[in-house]
Every structure is written in C-alpha cells, then in structure tokens.
C-alpha cells in the first residue's frame, strides 16, 4: 500500500459527529455528497443478500481497508445489530475506536484475515493494492458475498498513476479481466456490475477506464 497517512484520512471526526447528530433526530438518512449514497445503498443491499444467504442470527462482515465514517450514515438504512461487522485498516494505531455501534470492530493484523467471513466488501481500496494476490490472505471459503464498489478499473492492462487529489498517493488501476478472473478462482460468479461518474476517479488514468461497481456471489 501507499506510504500515505491514511489514519488522518480515515478519520474525519466532523463529518462523522455530523452524520451521527443527523440521523439521531431523523428517520431517514443524511444525503451524502458525489456518489456515495449510491454506494452506501449498495453496500446495504449486499449485507441484506448476505443475510438472506448465510441464514445467521449475526452475519459476519470483513470490510477491508474502510472506515468508521461508513457506518454512521447507515444506521437508518438497516439495521446493522444483526451484523457483526469487523473493518481491516493495517494503519490503525490500536487507539479504542470512536464508534456508537456495539458490534462494529477494527484491526490491523493481516493474520485475522483468515477468519470465517460471510460478506466481504472492498469499498474503493484494491487500487491500492500493488498487486491482486495480495488478497490471498483473505479467507474466502465461506462468504457468500463479494462487493466491490468505486473501484477503476482497465478495460485493458492494469497499470500505475498518481491520484489528483493528492501528490503523495498513487493508484494502481487493475484490469476488470484480472479481478473477475482471480474472483472466479475463488469460486465466485459476478451477477451485476455498474458504472459510477468517471469524474469521481481521482487519478490520472489511461486506456479506458471505469468506475465500476462488482457484485460477485457464490
């Protein structure tokens, strides 16, 4: 990954006290800004399917390289006690997470990604993978979902840029055919995909290139 101080980026305490105030006094969700409340539905959508699937009174939930921003705007869109979500952030500095929600965790041990996940998400964080194999070390043996959200990807070969938005992240962009293929290894068969604005790619990119959204499940 990036050599980039993602715990500062990962924590925008403003923004979460302001979802949090938000959605305690309303019934409905606060209108996130760009493509976000798409994806947020979506990444409900995916936990709903997952449920429905795995037939638990908890369903396990690894999402890999998110935040706990994520979650402060989804507490009016489903209920997120029948969850037992666990977020992979390999920069967290082991500080008590600042969350409101009880079964909401972090870890930073790359060891803890063997465990028995039911849903596995990758919301906009596998390009910044060097490479695809390095999600060997997830254990995908028993989840039944795979979402993949506000991710670039080629319609060519993978390759590397910078990111616009900051001068110290880069990119790499991984081909669709590559991260269908590897998915398809593991046993998955992709059953919808969507574009986002390509405006929302914060890198220079090349060949064609989409934001793409991959529901993958087995």
């Given at each position: 990954m990036n050599n980039f101080n993602w715990i500062n980026y990962n924590n925008n305490f403003q923004l979460l006290k302001k979802l949090r105030k938000y959605n305690k006094i309303n019934k409905f969700n606060f209108i996130e800004k760009e493509n976000y409340n798409h994806i947020r539905d979506l990444y409900c959508l995916a936990l709903v399917i997952a449920q429905i699937k795995v037939r638990k009174l908890s369903v396990k939930v690894l999402d890999y390289g998110s935040n706990n921003?994520?979650?402060?705007?989804?507490?009016?869109?489903?209920?997120?006690?029948?969850?037992?979500?666990?977020i992979f952030d390999p920069f967290f500095s082991g500080n008590k997470l600042n969350s409101k929600i009880k079964n909401l965790s972090i870890f930073n041990d790359k060891?803890?990604?063997?465990?028995?996940?039911?849903?596995?998400?990758?919301?906009s964080s596998i390009q910044y993978l060097d490479k695809i194999s390095t999600l060997d070390a997830i254990n995908f043996k028993n989840a039944k979902v795979v979402l993949i959200t506000?991710?670039?990807?080629?319609?060519?070969?993978s390759y590397k840029c910078k990111?616009?938005?900051?001068?110290?992240?880069?990119?790499?962009?991984h081909s669709f055919s590559e991260i269908n293929k590897f998915m398809k290894k593991k046993?998955?068969?992709?059953?919808?995909?969507?574009?986002?604005?390509?405006?929302?790619?914060?890198s220079k990119t090349k060949?064609?290139?989409?934001?793409?959204n991959l529901l993958f499940l087995k």
């Open positions: 921003l994520v979650y402060a705007n989804l507490v009016n869109k489903i209920n997120l006690k029948k969850f037992k979500i666990q060891k803890s990604l063997s465990k028995n996940w039911d849903l596995i998400n990758f919301g506000h991710t670039p990807m080629s319609l060519n070969k990111q616009i938005n900051n001068k110290d992240l880069f990119q790499i962009i046993g998955y068969k992709l059953h919808f995909k969507s574009r986002n604005d390509n405006k929302y790619i914060a060949f064609k290139t989409y934001s793409l």
